[in-house]
């Protein structure tokens, strides 16, 4: 049976049980990275299944059901001890995919309406990068790498379009407040651009569907009130954005934001 060279898969997971490979993206954290290929050995077509190396910095990869980790030695798999996973953590470093370089992409990728109230916010708070200009404070604040691209941290916050060049860095809203059987969810759509900007149409988004009460207070004050304060709202969706994951692995994932019944 042929296949499509270089195909890829997010991640895998065995089941000796059925002894079959069920194909299952979040099965694995961080998910596997596994390239499927053709090849002839001995003159017959074969599938040549490749799997990457886990990055040493999320070692141990785990189970995502249980969160279990597992070693394989002689003829079995056999989960790792606690002494184990202490020596993957101590040999991980500190995570730089911040400052991982966008290839192609050069300071005419930054939104200058968003450089400036940057600028105008470093200046109010009376920070030391405000003595800084032009290209100087784009690479003291890691914007510019040391080859004149943008990070990925610097693109994403102050790009024109980050999702040119990292198209999975997104934010995926949705809504399941529907009480129709035939739907599995509403108002769903894609928020794209910097981070400032996709925070703010989140916000935005937000304000429309999540649900509002009329409420009488003590005083005799009526009011509509939204059933989540829409000040935490904001601090959970901007720490996801902000501190989401910018490793290699990660730009399948979406940040996802799902309003549903049970309040999640």
């Not at 030391?128 to 404070?137: I, Y």
């Not at 129709?180 to 759509?189: E, F």
Request: proline share 7%.
């Amino acid at each position: 049976m042929k296949r499509k060279a270089s195909r890829q898969w997010d991640s895998v997971i065995y089941r000796p049980s059925s002894s079959r490979w069920v194909r299952r993206p979040e099965a694995l954290a961080p998910p596997v990275q596994l390239s499927i290929s053709d090849a002839t050995v001995g003159g017959e077509a074969v599938i040549v299944a490749e799997v990457a190396q886990c990055d040493p910095t999320l070692k141990p990869c785990r189970l995502t059901p249980n969160g279990k980790a597992f070693v394989r030695s002689y003829d079995g798999d056999f989960e790792i001890s606690e002494q184990e996973v202490q020596g993957f953590l101590v040999s991980r470093g500190t995570p730089r995919a911040d400052r991982l370089a966008v290839p192609g992409t050069t300071t005419a990728d930054l939104d200058m309406e968003v450089v400036e109230a940057w600028r105008q916010v470093l200046r109010a708070n009376h920070d030391p990068l405000s003595k800084f200009e032009g290209d100087e404070l784009f690479r003291r604040s890691g914007i510019v790498g040391p080859q004149g691209e943008l990070t990925r941290a610097g693109l994403l916050t102050l790009g024109l379009y980050p999702q040119q060049h990292l198209p999975r860095f997104t934010l995926h809203v949705t809504s399941r407040l529907t009480t129709a059987d035939n739907q599995r969810a509403v108002n769903t759509k894609f928020i794209n651009g910097p981070i400032p900007t996709m925070l703010g149409d989140a916000m935005e988004w937000l304000q429309v569907n999540v649900p509002t009460s009329i409420v009488t207070h003590p005083d005799g004050t009526v009011r509509d009130e939204y059933a989540f304060p829409m000040e935490a709202l904001r601090e959970l969706v901007a720490n996801a954005l902000v501190h989401r994951d910018l490793a290699t692995w990660s730009e399948s994932l979406a940040v996802e934001l799902c309003a549903d019944p049970r309040g999640s």
